[in-house]
C-alpha cells in the first residue's frame, strides 16, 4: 500500500491544523493505521493509531486530549485533527499502515508516506 500525506503548514501556538493520508487501496480490515513525527535531532515517535476496523483509537500521553484521529474506510484515508498546538509538537509527521492488530512502535509498521511537516510558532 502507497501512502501520501497531506495538510502540514505553519501554525500558531493554539492553534490547530488537520493531516490528512490517502492509502492508494483498501486498509479497512487488512492494515492498522498510524501517525508518527520526527522533530529535528529526535527519534520518530507514535502519536496515534488505529486499529484495522478502525474501532478503537489510541494516542501518546503527550498528545492526549488534543488530538484527535479518524479513519474513513471508504475513501481509505486517515485523518489527525490536532488542536491546541504547542511548539514541542513541531515535527514532520507520517502516516503509516501496519499488518499488526495494531501497534506503537515504529518497527512494526511496514508501510509510510512521505511526512509533512507540522510548524508551530510561539
Known amino acids: 500500500v502507497q501512502l501520501q500525506a497531506f495538510g502540514g503548514g505553519l501554525v500558531q501556538v493554539g492553534g490547530s491544523l488537520g493531516l490528512s493520508c490517502a492509502a492508494s487501496e483498501r486498509t479497512d480490515n487488512r492494515y492498522s493505521m498510524g501517525w508518527f513525527r520526527q522533530a529535528p535531532g529526535k527519534e520518530r515517535e507514535f502519536v496515534a493509531a488505529t486499529n484495522k476496523d478502525g474501532g478503537t483509537t489510541y494516542y501518546a500521553d503527550s498528545v492526549k486530549g488534543r488530538f484527535t484521529m479518524s479513519r474513513d474506510n471508504a475513501k481509505n484515508t486517515v485523518s489527525l485533527q490536532m488542536n491546541n498546538l504547542k511548539p514541542e509538537d513541531t515535527a514532520v509527521y507520517y502516516c503509516?499502515?501496519?499488518?499488526?492488530?495494531?501497534?506503537?512502535?515504529?518497527?512494526?509498521?511496514?508501510?509510510w508516506g512521505r511526512g509533512t511537516l507540522v510548524t508551530v510558532s510561539s
Open positions: 503509516a499502515a501496519s499488518n499488526f492488530v495494531w501497534s506503537r512502535s515504529v518497527l512494526e509498521y511496514s508501510y
